[in-house]
Structures are given as C-alpha cells and as structure tokens.
C-alpha cells in the first residue's frame, strides 16, 4: 500500500523559505518520478515540479529560479525546497507518485499519477 506523507509547511513572510519533504512508503521510491502539486482556495490543482526516478526536472514557469525539487532515494523522500516566496505560493502542497512521464527533444514532461498525500499548507503573508 502506498502512503504519501507530507510535512514542513506553515507560515512564512514573503521573501521567505521553506523546505517541505515526502516521505514514501509502500513502493520503490528511486523506480518512479515523484511530483509536488498545489491548490490554492477556489483554483484548480497545478504541477509545480516533478522528478523522474533518473532526475530529469519539470517546474512550472512560476516556480523556475525559486523552488528546487530533489529526491534522496535511500531514504524514500522527495523535497522541495521554495525560495523568495511570494503571497501568490500560498497553498496546500501535495506529493505524487508519478505516471511515466514524457519526453520531447530532450525535455522531460511529469505526469501524475494516482497516488496523492494529505497535503500540507504553505501560507505566504505579505
């Protein structure tokens, strides 16, 4: 059975960091991409990094030069390291185990796949 568990959100001023790690159990954690989505109150829920099992990226251009996704497959967690938050970052983060993912010239593409964790909410005041 795979369980996702998410921590290291909460409340940090603008211009701030956090750091919020998934840990992983129930699968081979360095055989799958890994991904963190978020959903912001009344908006749809948006990538905003993945990983493939080899380290190829995927951000979203909202994100690039701020965030890092990393991954330490000894120890089945997947971390995501936000940097120079902004109040529009506030959200409920979510890690994924990934679908197969995809390539195109050399570009990888995360996809989701089913498997999702309770989330955990990052606010970002100004």
């Known amino acids: 059975q795979v369980q996702l568990v998410e921590s290291g959100g909460g409340v940090v001023q603008a211009g701030g960091s956090l750091r919020l790690s998934c840990v992983a159990s129930g699968l081979t954690f360095g055989s799958y991409a890994m991904g963190w989505y978020r959903q912001a109150l009344g908006k749809e829920r948006e990538l905003v990094a993945g990983?493939?099992?080899?380290?190829?990226?995927d951000y979203a251009d909202s994100v690039k030069g701020r965030f890092t996704i990393s991954r330490d497959n000894a120890e089945s967690t997947l971390y995501l390291q936000m940097n120079s938050l902004k109040p529009e970052d506030t959200a409920v983060y979510y890690c994924?185990?990934?679908?197969?993912?995809?390539?195109?010239?050399?570009?990888?593409?995360?996809?989701?796949?089913?498997?999702w964790g309770q989330g955990t909410q990052v606010t970002v005041s100004s």
């Open positions: 994924n185990k990934g679908g197969p993912g995809s390539y195109y010239r050399g570009t990888y593409s995360y996809t989701a796949g089913a498997y």
């Open positions: 990983i493939s099992s080899g380290g190829s990226t």
